[in-house]
């Protein structure tokens, strides 16, 4: 048997937007990933699936990202945790995450330029990226839930 | 890591493949539903909504009957469970649904039904975050 932390009651709605946001971050990288793998894949429909691709990761993981990193500033100065080494994990991967994003971005746009081909090279590196984002965030969540240190 | 720590780091890595599959299967729902966007996203979708809803359900019980301030009879843990419980009832049409295009549901009641189950899982992380009664 574990005794539970119990939280005060003002931590609660920052901590919502926090994971709320991470949870939509992650969601939209899974579609990045889906689509863009299935681009890669086949020929029929690749434009297409790159283009989902392209707007989930502008419409869909920078705008989660804006909410999880707002949310995560947030709770960090309601708990005053700031130089807990497993806060120290989350802020690298979301500043360093942030940075893949942003190229993974770009080389989707730039695939959406090719025309009615797969999206080749450029798609093949939006896929790595997105696989390690994903891997990057599961550690961010394995190290957010059991506070290592 | 103690079972604690493994039962919440699975339960809430859960959640977030359960968010996952919804989101993957609202792109179909609200993004059209071409034959090429149905085959990349509707097995993962799937699957990560039945994986999620499966382990969020079974570690989320484990943590109630691990820890000694909740119970499962608690009223914020009965209430996620019928929240559980409508996110899968309207899930299960939905994802044969889109699963089957011999069994494509209305257009309309495909966003019916994904917007109950979007509005339940979101009650869900609520409830979760804010433990209402505990």
């Known amino acids: ?149 | 890591m103690s079972l604690y720590d493994w039962l919440l780091f699975l339960h809430v890595a859960a959640a977030f493949a359960l968010v996952a599959g919804l989101a993957a299967l609202g792109v179909l729902v609200f993004g059209g539903d071409a034959p090429a966007m149905r085959r990349a996203l509707v097995a993962p979708g799937i699957a990560l909504w039945n994986v999620g809803g499966i382990g969020v359900l079974v570690l989320g019980v484990g943590l109630a009957i691990d820890v000694d301030a909740y119970q499962p009879w608690d009223g914020w843990i009965l209430g996620a469970i019928v929240l559980w419980l409508i996110a899968s009832g309207v899930g299960g049409p939905l994802s044969r649904g889109l699963r089957d295009p011999s069994a494509a549901l209305a257009p309309e009641r495909a966003r019916m039904l994904f917007v109950v189950a979007a509005a339940a899982t979101l009650l869900l992380l609520v409830d979760m975050v804010f433990k209402p009664g505990a």
């Open chain 1, 1 to 149: 048997m574990t005794l539970a932390a119990i939280r005060p009651g003002d931590w609660n709605l920052p901590l919502l937007v926090h994971v709320g946001g991470a949870m939509l971050l992650v969601a939209a990288l899974v579609v990045v990933a889906a689509a863009m793998g299935a681009a890669v894949r086949r020929g029929d429909g690749a434009l297409e699936l790159t283009r989902l691709a392209y707007r989930a990761l502008l419409l869909g993981v920078l705008p989660a990202y804006v909410v999880m990193r707002a949310g995560a500033e947030w709770i960090v100065s309601k708990e005053g945790v700031d130089d807990a080494s497993w806060v120290g994990v989350g802020y690298s991967t979301a500043d360093g995450g942030l940075l893949l994003v942003i190229i993974a971005a770009v080389l989707a746009w730039r695939a959406t330029r090719r025309g009615d081909d797969a999206p080749g090279g450029l798609g093949r590196a939006v896929l790595v990226l997105s696989g390690v984002l994903l891997l990057a965030y599961a550690v961010a969540i394995w190290a957010m839930t059991t506070k290592p240190g």
